[in-house]
Nanobody, 111 residues
Framework: QVRLVESGGGLVQPGGSLRLSCVAS????????MHWYRQAPGKERESVAT???????NYADSVKGRFTISRDNAKNTLYLQMSSLQFEDTAVYYC?????WGQGTQVTVAS
């Protein structure tokens, strides 16, 4: 059974940083494509970053240069390092594999 558990969200000031984690079970995270999505209030869920099975990465234009997706194969954990956070980054962040989703972690950027 696949399970994804996110953590690391919180309240941060504009310009600050956070690192999100997603612990995977039931899959080997290092062998599959994995994704971070986010959903802001009143908006549709959007793709933020992807890391492929061969470690290629892809980012939404809105986060390029500020966010970094990575994984630790030994811990079976996916990460999203977020820097230079902006008000517009406020959302619930989800990790996903195929049709599996975690419960999400709230990121709030406020002064």
């Amino acid at each position: 059974q696949v399970r994804l558990v996110e953590s690391g969200g919180g309240l941060v000031q504009p310009g600050g940083s956070l690192r999100l984690s997603c612990v995977a079970s039931g899959i080997i995270a290092g062998l599959v494509d994995m994704h971070w999505y986010r959903q802001a209030p009143g908006k549709e869920r959007e793709s933020v970053a992807t890391i492929t099975s061969d470690s290629r990465t892809n980012y939404a234009d809105s986060v390029k240069g500020r966010f970094t997706i990575s994984r630790d194969n030994a811990k079976n954990t996916l990460y999203l390092q977020m820097s230079s956070l902006q008000f517009e980054d406020t959302a619930v962040y989800y990790c996903s594999y195929r049709h599996y989703w975690g419960q999400g972690t709230q990121v709030t950027v406020a002064s």
